[in-house]
């Protein structure tokens, strides 16, 4: 039982999305939530051990924002087959 | 699998019905089933036939459309969401007495109980937000 | 398989229609006989608010809308209590029947539904 975790904007979604985070659930930032990266990440820093971070591709390269490692750089591809392999999605926006 | 979709987002002040329309373009690539698009809240204005955006800008109504009719998919707006919003068919304009209607023609109006039913009929729901 | 649905919302309730449109969605859900509940976070929390007077806008009262919750067996209404917090909120400043949930709590009550309804 994981989750996958879509976040679609900065400071309160991604704060709501890291309380409702278990550990080897997967945060995917999309449309203005890429921002986050450039907060030092901090926010990103406190999930709980086992999640994994993506990061839409085209997201990210429209508002000029750099995305490095740990975080995965994901299409729209990718993105229907971590839906396929979690079985709950929440959205949070 | 089966994939519910819900868009909650207008075209002219979210992202959500570009990324869900890019979602859902992937989703039927992989040989998935979209079972059902709701689209709720300001996510309405995306069934809109009256809006007309710069030649060079994206018209998401109207990309939406031709790929709800190529795929034949179930595309339902929110009756109560639309009639706040301005968004009705002919009927609902002659129940109301309208100067106009303005869904396009793949889309549907029907109650909220249609996002739960999708919801539930899905292996997967997924929700744009705005 | 007999599903539970949570909805989630995280508006304040009178900017937009997010808060009413959130509700309507657990009541219609309720309506079906499917176990719901409806928990508010972020924002959400100022939904819950005593001494409401939205016909000073004028709107429909969010707050009387939720008092009658009951009716349709959704007996308490969750709260992140970290969201209470960080608005200097203390729960005697809330309506009566809400259930505070504590940092931590949240991802498993979230998981124990089937479907989850975000708004």
Redesign the interface.
């Known amino acids: 039982m994981s989750t996958l975790h879509i976040v679609n904007k900065p400071r309160q979604a991604m704060e709501l999305c890291i309380r409702a985070v278990a550990s080897g659930d997967t945060v995917l930032l999309i449309e203005d939530a890429v921002y986050e990266l450039m907060s030092s990440a901090q926010r990103l820093n406190v999930l709980p051990g086992g999640c994994s971070v993506c990061v839409m591709d085209m997201d990210a390269k429209a508002r000029g924002v750099e995305v490095s490692a740990p975080f995965e750089v994901i299409d729209y591809n990718r993105f229907v087959s971590l839906c396929v392999d979690d079985d709950k999605i929440l959205s949070w926006f | ?1 089966k ?1 519910a979709l ?1 868009v ?1 987002g207008a075209p002219a002040n979210s ?2 019905p570009q ?1 869900a329309l ?2 859902a ?3 039927v ?2 040989g ?1 089933e979209i079972v059902r698009l709701f689209f ?2 300001d996510g309405v204005n995306t069934a809109t036939a009256i809006a007309q955006p710069p030649q060079d800008e994206s018209n998401l109504p109207s990309e939406w459309q031709a790929f709800i009719q190529e795929n034949q998919l179930d595309a339902v707006v929110c009756i ?2 639309a009639l ?1 919003r301005g968004v009705v068919d002919q009927a609902e304009a002659g129940r109301y007495n309208l100067p106009g209607h303005n869904l396009r023609d793949c889309f549907e109006l029907s ?3 249609q ?2 039913d999708g ?2 009929m899905a292996d ?7 | 398989m007999s599903h539970s649905v949570c909805v989630i919302s995280t508006r304040a309730p009178y900017s937009g229609q997010a808060a009413r449109e959130a509700l309507d969605t657990a009541l219609v859900s309720a309506s079906y006989d499917i176990e719901t509940s409806l928990l508010l976070m972020g924002d959400g929390v100022y939904q819950l608010l005593e001494g409401q007077d939205s016909g000073q806008i004028p709107r429909k009262n969010i707050s009387a809308m939720l008092q009658v919750l009951p009716l349709y067996g959704i007996e308490t209404i969750h709260v992140d209590h970290a969201s209470l917090e960080e608005r200097g909120i203390t729960p005697e400043a809330l309506q009566e029947g809400v259930t505070m949930l504590a940092e931590g709590e949240l991802p498993q009550f979230i998981q124990q539904h089937s479907r989850v309804f975000n708004f």
Request: no cysteine.
């Open positions: 699998m994939f819900a909650y992202q959500a990324s890019h979602f373009r992937a989703v690539a992989q998935h709720y809240q109560a969401a706040r109650g909220l109980g996002l739960l919801a539930l997967r729901f997924i929700t744009f937000g705005a």
